[in-house]
């Protein structure tokens, strides 16, 4: 009878208590693959998991992590086969199943796609779900434009300190955008600029930049994943026919905009989903990070064992996370 190890999240009067423990693999649910976890990675929604905070995670105790790579270890599907790395992200991994903060997960086929040659299992998770959404992001813009590439463009990267926002960042400028980065970590300039951003604007300064209804043509693209008034102003700023690609609510699931960006302009709205979305889609952006869009993320990412990962989500639910936080359970 096999065991391994997991943070568990219990659910308390007091509040959530993570601790990590050992679990019998039987415990695990039903599913086509059994792999054994390599690397998971830490985001927002893990956190929000892992913390009882209502409308991820139904069910506790709970073990989070939306993101995981491993190997396979026994497979029921023909499309995979033991030993293959593996990457699971999105889909209920970590929301209602048991997630990559623990050595084992076991879930459905459907759900896996093979690790590609070029990218290593610790790269996988320094990009992990927010990665796979700035990705996207980038993708969807470039799809947008009609695949004229971004050489000359100027965008905005929104939250540029976080998960999405970081990579986002670093994806555009290596395709040569002249990128803007917005945030509210005044002391992470030098961080930024280190990750290619031509300009860095604090948040509460945004406004004196933008202006309602409608103000100066800025920016060619935009990358937010902030959602509330941030958008209002992005929106406000664009070119004629730019667009911005949003992912994230950090600043509030609702935002104002008047019709001229739309009408007057031609701008666009793209909405980017990455947990339920085809497995043949991620598959193209992690097949492209493997290969013209392969980023040098060592300077990003911090490496943690699953017993320094309660003092990271705590970090990470008070907004001070920078970069990304990879959990290594080998």
């Known amino acids: 009878m096999t065991t391994y190890q997991a943070l568990e999240s219990v659910k ?3 509040g959530n208590i993570l601790s990590v423990v ?3 693999i039987d415990e695990l649910p039903d599913g086509d693959l059994l792999i054994k976890v390599s690397y998971s990675s830490l985001n927002y929604k893990d956190a929000m998991s892992a913390s009882g905070m ?4 139904r069910n506790y105790p709970h073990t989070p992590g939306i993101d995981a790579v491993g ?3 026994t497979s029921s599907n023909n499309n995979f086969k033991e030993g293959d790395k593996v990457i699971v992200t999105g889909y209920d991994l970590g929301m209602n199943t048991a997630g990559g903060f623990g050595q084992y997960i076991r879930v459905p086929a459907e759900w896996a796609t093979l690790l590609p040659n070029g990218l290593s299992e610790n790269e996988s998770m320094s990009l992990g779900t927010a990665g796979l959404t700035a990705g996207l992001s980038v993708h969807a813009l ?17 939250g540029a300190t976080g998960g999405v926002g970081s990579i986002a960042l670093m994806l555009l400028s290596k395709l040569n955008s002249e990128v803007t980065a917005v945030t509210g970590k005044k002391e992470q300039t030098e961080f930024l600029t280190g990750l290619g951003a031509s300009e860095i604007i604090l948040r509460e300064d945004l406004q004196e930049v933008a202006r309602k209804p409608i103000g100066k043509s800025i920016w060619d693209l935009g990358v937010d994943v902030v ?7 992005l929106l406000t700023s664009l070119t004629p026919g730019g667009a911005v690609a949003c992912s994230g609510l950090v600043g509030g699931p609702s935002f104002e905009s008047s019709i001229f960006p739309f009408i007057l302009r031609g701008n666009a709205l793209l909405g980017i989903d990455s947990v339920e979305i085809p497995l043949d889609q991620k598959s193209q952006i992690w097949d492209r990070f493997s290969s013209d869009w392969k980023l040098d993320l060592a300077g990003l990412t911090k490496e943690v064992s699953l017993d320094g990962l309660e003092k990271e989500v705590q970090t990470i639910l008070q907004g001070g996370q920078v970069g990304r936080i990879v959990v290594n359970l080998t």
């Open 227 to 233: 959602s509330g008034d941030v958008l209002t102003m």
């Open 142 to 158: 470039e799809t947008y434009r009609g695949n004229q590439g971004f050489e000359g463009t100027k965008s905005i990267v929104t």
């Open 54 to 57: 209502p409308g991820v995670t």
């Open 12 to 14: 308390t009067e007091e």
């Open 22 to 24: 050992e679990k019998n």
């Open 71 to 73: 190997e396979v270890d």
